[in-house]
C-alpha cells in the first residue's frame, strides 16, 4: 500500500467529507480517537473497519455533528461541521442517510412513520407521498408494501435492519452512512443487505461509508477500506492492496476472513495488475495513507 499520489493526468474526483486531526477520548488515560485524518471521496464506497471499541461509531456521529470532536475539524463539502448553524446541519442531514448500529428504530412509531420521520420534519410532502415513498423504500429493501404497517417488535431482526436502510434512503440521500448494517445477521441476511448496499451504490450513484465487522462485505462492496487502528488511519487502501499487505495490524485484522477473501475472483484479478502498476487504483488514498 505505498504512498499512491495521483498524477496530474488522473482526475481528482471531489473531496465530500475530510477529517483533519480529530481526537476524542472519555478518559483523559485512554485516548480513543487520536489525530485521525481521512478524506470520503465523492462517489466512492469506503469501508471503516476497526476493532471492537477502537470509536468507529463515536467517529460516524463526529462526522455527522451528533458529537463534538475533542480537537480537529471535519469538513463537509468544505463546510466545517461543528461551526455550522442548525439550517445548514438540517440540510447536511437531509443529504446523508444515517443506518444506525442497532437500527435504533422509534420503536413506538410504526414503519411508516419510522420511515415517514425525515420527510415529516423536513419537507412539506403530503401524507400519501409519505405513505407512497414509505412502500417504495420498503419495496427498495425487498419487504412487502403492506408492512409500512407494522411495529419494529412485529419485524425480525433482519427486517428491522431493512426498515433502517429503508429510513435512511427515504430522503434519496447522496451520501450514506451505514453502522454495522450486517451485524447479528444470518449468512443469507447479510448477502441480502450487502447486495443491497452494492445496489443503492449504482441505482443512487451514493457515496457511501460503511462500518463494518464484516470482512466480505468490506472487500465485496468497497472501493476503499480504512482501518482505524490506535486511534488513526495509518492503513487506508484498495481491497486488492488490503487483502495482500503484510503490515501487522492489516494482517492481524483480517486473518480469520483472509482465506476467503484472497478466493474472492475479482480480488486476485486486481492484485495480479497492481503488480505492474501500483499506481493505478481508481481513487487516490488519502494524504497520509500507507
Ligand atoms: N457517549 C459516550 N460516553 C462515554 N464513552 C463512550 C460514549 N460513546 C462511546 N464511548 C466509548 O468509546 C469507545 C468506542 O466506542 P464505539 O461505539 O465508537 O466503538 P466501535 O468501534 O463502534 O465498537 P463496535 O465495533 O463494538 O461497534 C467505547 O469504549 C465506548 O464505551
Ligand atoms: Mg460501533
Redesign the pocket.
Known amino acids: 500500500m505505498g504512498q499512491t499520489r495521483p498524477s496530474s493526468t488522473m482526475q481528482m474526483p471531489a473531496t465530500l467529507f475530510e477529517l483533519r486531526g480529530l481526537c476524542k477520548s ?1 478518559d483523559p488515560q485512554v485516548p ?1 480517537i487520536a489525530d485521525a485524518n481521512l478524506t470520503v471521496y465523492e462517489g466512492e464506497t469506503l469501508a471503516l473497519i ?1 476493532e ?7 467517529l460516524l456521529k463526529i462526522m455527522m455533528g451528533l458529537m463534538e470532536p475533542d480537537e480537529g475539524e471535519v469538513l463537509f463539502r468544505g463546510k466545517n461541521v461543528h461551526m455550522m448553524d442548525q439550517p445548514a446541519l438540517d440540510d447536511m442531514r437531509r443529504q446523508v442517510g444515517y443506518v444506525f ?1 442497532n437500527d435504533a428504530l422509534f420503536d413506538s412509531m410504526s414503519v411508516l412513520d419510522n420511515i415517514g420521520y425525515g420527510m415529516r420534519e423536513h419537507t412539506k410532502a403530503s401524507d400519501e407521498d409519505i405513505l407512497e415513498r414509505a412502500q417504495d423504500c420498503l419495496e427498495f429493501v425487498g419487504l412487502e408494501r403492506w408492512r409500512v404497517k407494522l411495529y419494529p417488535a412485529e419485524l425480525s431482526g433482519g427486517q428491522r435492519k431493512r426498515v433502517g436502510v429503508a429510513r435512511a434512503i427515504a430522503m434519496r440521500p447522496k451520501v450514506l452512512m451505514y453502522d ?1 448494517p450486517t451485524q447479528g445477521l444470518d449468512p443469507q441476511s447479510i448477502t441480502r443487505i450487502a447486495n443491497l448496499i452494492i445496489r443503492l451504490q449504482k441505482e443512487l450513484n451514493a457515496t457511501s461509508v460503511i462500518v463494518t ?1 464484516d470482512m466480505r462485505t468490506a472487500f465485496t462492496a468497497a472501493d476503499r477500506i480504512a482501518l482505524l487502528h490506535e486511534g488513526r488511519f495509518e492503513y487506508v487502501g484498495s481491497p486488492a492492496q488490503f487483502a495482500y499487505h503484510d503490515a501487522e495490524p492489516v494482517k492481524e485484522f483480517i486473518a480469520d476472513a483472509l482465506e476467503e477473501i484472497q478466493e474472492l475472483p475479482f480480488l486476485q484479478a486486481a492484485h495480479q495488475a497492481s503488480r505492474e502498476d501500483v499506481t493505478q487504483t481508481q481513487i487516490p488514498p488519502s494524504p497520509g495513507a500507507v
Do not use: D, R, Y
Open positions: 472519555f480513543l476497526g471492537s471499541g477502537s470509536g468507529k461509531s463515536v448500529q454495522e465487522h
